[in-house]
């Protein structure tokens, strides 16, 4: 509880700062000092466990020399040690290109990152509150760790901040069915806030992780990137709370900068879980990084790079909207050679209110593993539980929500599935057949949403689409005919 109050209490302090205007001001100016809080905790005990080692923060820059003492540095001298000394050092950290070098968590933490408070005085009081919290006591860290994960759901409210956000349940299930080992390369590449990351990582401690060995296996098998500032503090920050020592291989960039031919066998993974960021556009010139799908649409693009990045046997979880499933155009030849390439195995269809209150759009999960083309594809349609006739903020979707279909699924070589009145089958042949549309509808029970108006305004969200989509598509022909 003591955390709560204080994190309550820091939150009050900054509102009456002028400098800092809305949540995701307050979260990011909240996120690098308890940054740098947890990693000193962190620092000061590697020291004593670790012969020999050094924090990545100079000395005169640790939480501990200018901080910690409640009756330290305030006012006009605290905000100019920060503005003029802290953020351009930690900013400017050499590297020391060696592997496990915690500077470069440190410098990409800051690289984008900004003081907004004015107050030198209220910033001391937020300061003097975050001292409250020992990161080294496990209690206090769980206990923080809940509220964290809060602190993100916070984020809704913050603008366009639902980009990378998406709810725990769905994040833990998806993880659940994929099962990850430690050693097994598990890769992210629009990470958010690090939600897979930390459900990866709580389900491998649970199930796997049993000596040290096997810890280290895990922490140097994790990849991830983040394109936003915010979200990639954010998920370090995630990272550090969650025991990772180097969480360095959580990379500011964008992962679509790169040309999709330039991803060597090397730097393929045995798995992928991941929500790309879907309704978006890319920057000009995103597009030609990907000849053969040639599009500004970031989770056609994300898709295709995913197929890309598998291992041979290698698997993946995916969140898109059901735009990907019924879409045509690029969209149609992206779902022709996901299903060459790999065994699309299963979609379970949800709810639009999954994402709600911050988005209400229809989303799909889609399961699919690397080196085999696919056969025949199952669907699980996910319902809202009996007497709910939505999910919302005050009812969210749970884990346990997720039960039957985990019970359907039929273990990890998904033997026994059986068609059920939420479950049925569609061959290779029905879905070419549709042209590669697999927006497929449950046969078991009879459309009875025509009256409800989030079914209607889905459908016609279909219909605008698939409009989009032939007018693209005679946009081209006609270019392709005029420039002859």
């Given at each position: 509880m003591i955390v709560r109050t204080t994190i309550k209490s820091i939150q009050d302090i900054m509102r009456q700062d002028v400098g800092v205007d809305g949540d995701a001001q307050r979260i990011s100016q909240l996120t690098w000092l308890f940054f740098l809080k947890i990693i000193d905790?962190?620092?000061?005990?590697?020291?004593?466990?670790?012969?020999?080692?050094?924090?990545?923060?100079?000395?005169?820059?640790?939480w501990?020399?200018?901080?910690?003492?409640?009756?330290g540095i305030t006012g006009q001298t605290l905000l100019d040690f920060v503005n003029d000394a802290l953020f351009p050092t930690l900013k400017g950290l050499k590297l020391t290109g060696l592997p496990g070098d915690r500077r470069r968590v440190v410098r990409d933490v800051f690289e984008d990152a900004y003081n907004y408070m004015k107050s030198g005085q209220l910033m001391r009081q937020v300061v003097n509150k975050i001292n409250l919290i020992d990161f080294n006591d496990l209690d206090e860290r769980r206990h923080f760790g809940e509220f964290y994960e809060q602190l993100l759901n916070d984020l809704q409210s913050a603008g366009n901040a639902g980009e990378f956000y998406t709810p725990r349940a769905v994040t833990a299930f998806m993880v659940d069915r994929i099962d990850p080992h430690p050693g097994e390369t598990l890769f992210d590449p629009a990470c958010g806030t690090g939600g897979f990351l930390t459900c990866a990582i709580k389900h491998m401690e649970k199930a796997y992780v049993r000596t040290p060995k096997q810890r280290e296996r895990m922490q140097g098998s994790l990849r991830a990137v983040e394109k936003k500032q915010l979200p990639h503090m954010l998920c370090v920050t995630n990272m550090l709370l969650h025991g990772i020592e180097d969480p360095s291989f959580v990379r500011h960039d964008n992962t679509l900068a790169r040309p999709l031919t330039a991803w060597g066998k090397s730097e393929r993974v045995e798995i992928v879980v991941t929500n790309p960021p879907f309704g978006g556009r890319e920057e000009d010139g995103i597009e030609d990084n990907f000849p053969t799908f040639r599009t500004k649409e970031t989770a056609d693009l994300f898709l295709a790079l995913i197929v890309r990045l598998l291992k041979d046997k290698g698997r993946a979880a995916v969140v898109l909207p059901d735009g990907t499933l019924f879409g045509e155009g690029i969209k149609t030849r992206l779902k022709e050679h996901l299903m060459e390439e790999c065994d699309l195995h299963t979609i379970v269809?949800?709810?639009?209110?999954v994402f709600k209150p911050y988005a209400s759009i229809g989303t799909n999960l889609l399961f699919f593993e690397k080196g085999r083309p696919t056969?025949?594809?199952?669907?699980?349609?996910?319902?809202?539980?009996?007497?709910?006739?939505?999910?919302?903020?005050t009812?969210?979707?749970r884990l346990e929500h997720f039960q039957g279909c985990i019970d359907w699924w039929g273990g990890t070589a998904r033997e026994g599935r059986v068609e059920t009145e939420q479950a049925w089958r569609v061959s290779i042949e029905e879905v070419k057949a549709r042209g590669y549309n697999l927006d497929f509808k449950n046969p078991h029970v009879e459309d009875n949403d025509h009256d409800d108006p989030e079914a209607l305004m889905s459908a016609l969200a279909r219909a605008e689409a698939e409009a989009a989509g032939y007018r693209d598509q005679l946009k081209a022909i006609l270019a392709e005919a005029l420039a002859r």
């Amino acid at each position: 509880m003591i955390v709560r109050t204080t994190i309550k209490s820091i939150q009050d302090i900054m509102r009456q700062d002028v400098g800092v205007d809305g949540d995701a001001q307050r979260i990011s100016q909240l996120t690098w000092l308890f940054f740098l809080k947890i990693i000193d905790d962190q620092d000061q005990e590697l020291e004593l466990t670790k012969p020999g080692y050094q924090s990545p923060i100079p000395p005169r820059f640790q939480w501990r020399k200018w901080a910690a003492d409640p009756e330290g540095i305030t006012g006009q001298t605290l905000l100019d040690f920060v503005n003029d000394a802290l953020f351009p050092t930690l900013k400017g950290l050499k590297l020391t290109g060696l592997p496990g070098d915690r500077r470069r968590v440190v410098r990409d933490v800051f690289e984008d990152a900004y003081n907004y408070m004015k107050s030198g005085q209220l910033m001391r009081q937020v300061v003097n509150k975050i001292n409250l919290i020992d990161f080294n006591d496990l209690d206090e860290r769980r206990h923080f760790g809940e509220f964290y994960e809060q602190l993100l759901n916070d984020l809704q409210s913050a603008g366009n901040a639902g980009e990378f956000y998406t709810p725990r349940a769905v994040t833990a299930f998806m993880v659940d069915r994929i099962d990850p080992h430690p050693g097994e390369t598990l890769f992210d590449p629009a990470c958010g806030t690090g939600g897979f990351l930390t459900c990866a990582i709580k389900h491998m401690e649970k199930a796997y992780v049993r000596t040290p060995k096997q810890r280290e296996r895990m922490q140097g098998s994790l990849r991830a990137v983040e394109k936003k500032q915010l979200p990639h503090m954010l998920c370090v920050t995630n990272m550090l709370l969650h025991g990772i020592e180097d969480p360095s291989f959580v990379r500011h960039d964008n992962t679509l900068a790169r040309p999709l031919t330039a991803w060597g066998k090397s730097e393929r993974v045995e798995i992928v879980v991941t929500n790309p960021p879907f309704g978006g556009r890319e920057e000009d010139g995103i597009e030609d990084n990907f000849p053969t799908f040639r599009t500004k649409e970031t989770a056609d693009l994300f898709l295709a790079l995913i197929v890309r990045l598998l291992k041979d046997k290698g698997r993946a979880a995916v969140v898109l909207p059901d735009g990907t499933l019924f879409g045509e155009g690029i969209k149609t030849r992206l779902k022709e050679h996901l299903m060459e390439e790999c065994d699309l195995h299963t979609i379970v269809r949800l709810p639009n209110s999954v994402f709600k209150p911050y988005a209400s759009i229809g989303t799909n999960l889609l399961f699919f593993e690397k080196g085999r083309p696919t056969t025949e594809t199952w669907f699980y349609e996910h319902r809202v539980p009996a007497g709910q006739k939505a999910y919302s903020m005050t009812k969210p979707i749970r884990l346990e929500h997720f039960q039957g279909c985990i019970d359907w699924w039929g273990g990890t070589a998904r033997e026994g599935r059986v068609e059920t009145e939420q479950a049925w089958r569609v061959s290779i042949e029905e879905v070419k057949a549709r042209g590669y549309n697999l927006d497929f509808k449950n046969p078991h029970v009879e459309d009875n949403d025509h009256d409800d108006p989030e079914a209607l305004m889905s459908a016609l969200a279909r219909a605008e689409a698939e409009a989009a989509g032939y007018r693209d598509q005679l946009k081209a022909i006609l270019a392709e005919a005029l420039a002859r």
